[in-house]
């Protein structure tokens, strides 16, 4: 998950704060069965410019 924001988040701000609506679509659009470490790894990193959220999934096959 990328996001995308006119001004960068302190690390303790948390770049990651409100992506649970993502990852729950993404469960109950069928693309992982449940959002455990087991069959989702979340990496959320962000950039500078216009505000805009970006999610790009990729198939993992036996751990490839």
């Known amino acids: ?3 995308r924001r006119p001004r960068l988040m ?3 701000n948390n770049a990651s704060t409100g992506i649970k609506q993502i990852v729950d679509g ?8 449940d959002d455990s470490p087991k069959y989702l790894e ?7 410019g216009p ?3 970006t999610l790009t999934l990729e ?3 036996d751990g490839q």
């Open 59 to 61: 198939e993992i096959i």
């Open 1 to 3: 998950i990328t996001v």
């Open 51 to 53: 505000k805009r959220t």
């Open 26 to 33: 993404v469960i109950h659009g069928g693309a992982a069965l």
């Open 10 to 12: 302190d690390e303790d």
């Open 42 to 48: 979340i990496v959320v990193r962000q950039e500078k």
